[in-house]
């Protein structure tokens, strides 16, 4: 095997009990973009058995590939594009967002054998997706044929739990839900908080929360709110690769692509073959692999689909030995967090960028 996803489920579950604990209200567990790189299906099972109410999905296909894999719990998906199968959406149950008077004609247009079930989003200051100018001129009319399950919206700096925009966004979010209140649609589902909010910003939490990130047992912002360990997640993907091949290089041999790295001292290189195409970060610099009990640092630029780490010239690593290129910290190797500093990111385009050429194994972490 050259390279393998390691999801932990029983992480994942864990995760979803601690959130929806300190929510204390529904849970919408966020599975959009193949789980984060975890795996929709198996993700969506994972939660649904730890207690989540809701999956919520960004695309319609994500939506029906639930459904087709026979998982009927509630589903939202909320960034449907205007000209898609509505109606098919509909029979198969899946609740949709609207953010535009337009969106609404079409998904009214669609329920004619069936009302359809749509979530409003309005926009509190997020200033992309949801209702901004239009907001007050929604009447009875633009929604006869549907029925409203609820209103939403997304917090655009939920990760620094000081900013002001934090409040003026839950302001904002109360006056909108009043105005649809006044029309009588008092029992649509609020929900308004990511992973970040549902940890930092209890007065946010409302009817139901939309937990990423922080169910995958990531931190949404490692400085902003603490590590994973200090918030009492569990990481949930090991990404392990075996070494593709060792040998000894003398000092000053320039390594890779562009000769941008050096060996400083006589060594020996590992290289891994697993490179961007598989998700690796090409601009990744200061992270490396767990190897033989020691963190080995990348040396010179990843490729498409190799790179190349600097095992010290004492080690006893072999060709066909696993290294671990991220996992949950416990055994000081490299986190999702690390992977994300090291390449001007966030650990969410990590997990979520592992390619498909990677296999996804559901079990325990093995190191
Ligand atoms: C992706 C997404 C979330 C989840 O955000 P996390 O920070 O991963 O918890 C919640 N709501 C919406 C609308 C999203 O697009």
């Not at 567990?29 to 939660?47: F, I, N, R």
């Not at 998904?107 to 200033?127: P, Q």
């Not at 029309?183 to 549902?198: E, K, M, P, V, Y």
């Not at 190349?308 to 010239?313: E, K, N, P, Q, S």
Request: aromatic content about 6%; hydrophobic content about 45%.
């Amino acid at each position: 095997m050259r390279a393998e996803a390691i999801v932990d489920l029983s992480a994942i579950k864990h995760n979803v009990q601690l959130l929806k604990k300190t929510a204390g209200t529904k849970l919408l567990a966020v599975v959009k973009a193949d789980a984060y790189g975890h795996g929709l299906v198996p993700v969506a099972q994972a939660a649904l058995s730890a207690g989540a109410d809701y999956l919520g999905v960004a695309l319609l296909e994500e939506a029906i590939a639930l459904r087709e894999a026979g998982i009927d719990a509630p589903i939202l998906a909320w960034l449907v594009q205007p000209g898609s199968d509505f109606k098919r959406a509909i029979e198969l149950d899946i609740e949709l967002a609207a953010a535009s008077l337009a969106a609404l004609k079409e998904i009214s247009d669609a329920s004619t054998n069936k009302k359809a079930k749509v979530h409003l989003e309005v926009d509190t200051g997020m200033t992309r997706g949801g209702f901004l100018s239009e907001w007050d001129q929604i009447d009875a009319e633009h929604i006869k044929n549907i029925e409203i399950v609820g209103i939403f919206s997304h917090f655009a700096r939920a990760d620094e739990p000081g900013e002001k925009q934090n409040e003026e966004q839950l302001t904002r979010f109360n006056e909108m839900v009043a105005r649809l209140h006044s029309f009588g649609f008092t029992h649509a589902i609020r929900h308004l908080s990511n992973s970040a909010a549902t940890l930092k910003n209890h007065a946010a939490a409302f009817d139901m929360v939309r937990t990423g990130i922080a169910m995958y047992g990531l931190s949404p912002d490692v400085n902003t709110l603490g590590t994973s360990q200090s918030l009492g997640l569990r990481p949930a993907m090991q990404v392990r690769a075996a070494l593709y091949l060792v040998k000894d290089v003398p000092a000053h041999t320039p390594v890779g692509y562009g000769a941008t790295e050096s060996t400083s001292a006589d060594t020996k290189l590992g290289v891994i073959a697993m490179g961007y195409a598989d998700g690796i970060p090409r601009i990744a610099h200061g992270a490396g692999v767990w190897c033989a009990g020691k963190r080995s640092p990348i040396i010179g630029r990843v490729s498409m689909d190799q790179f190349v780490v600097d095992l010290g010239a004492a080690s006893k690593a072999k060709s066909g030995d696993w290294v671990v290129i991220f996992g949950n910290g416990s055994h000081a190797e490299y986190t999702a967090d690390d992977w994300g500093a090291a390449s001007g990111s966030i650990n969410y385009e990590i997990v979520t960028r592992i390619g498909p050429r990677v296999p996804r194994i559901y079990s325990a972490h093995v190191y």
